[in-house]
């Protein structure tokens, strides 16, 4: 609450550093910006802690020493949709693991995200959606009819239906995410 950034970026640092971005973002990541929302749903105050949390929570990720090989793991997030802390997690938590991954960032339009999968070619694709405005199944049932259809298709966060198309994993949590995409690329 007193926006303090260097010390929020110390307490990141210092749980990946000790317990790794896994850890780090489930134990200590999400419960704060968790309750920071819940006291913006009662207050309608402290977006300002939020958006500094979620910096320092941004730089701290993009910190971690990535591998220098070539990604074969793409990370986006749906069309309109804005959020990407969760894949910038991942992004981290997979460099940890040894994985290198491509992230696209914020509302990757789906003729986009297909130009990129045929230039690139990954193994794996994670598409994000965060808000149920966004979870638009034509664009995962889009990539899996490209004709470079990667061998792993995944959709992350709370923003899709449950009915999702055939062949595509849902992600459920970072740890179990990384697991699958590590095994996508062996």
Known sequence: ????????????????????????????????LVRIGER??????????????????????????RPASTPRVLLAAADEEQHTLPLEALAAALAQAGVPSRLLGARV????????VTRTGPTAVVLWSQMADTGDVRQLARLGDHPHRPLLLAAGGPGWPAALPAGVAQLTTLGSAVALLQAAVV
């Open 40 to 65: 913006y749903q009662a207050t309608q105050r402290f977006v300002e802690v939020e958006h500094l949390i979620s910096r320092c929570v941004s730089e701290v990720l993009g910190a971690v020493p």
């Open 109 to 116: 339009p789906p003729r986009a995200l297909e130009d990129a």
């Open 1 to 32: 609450m007193r926006l303090d950034a260097p010390v929020m970026r110390a307490i990141l640092e210092n749980e990946v550093a000790e317990h790794g971005v896994v850890t780090a973002w489930d134990d200590v990541a999400i419960p704060v």
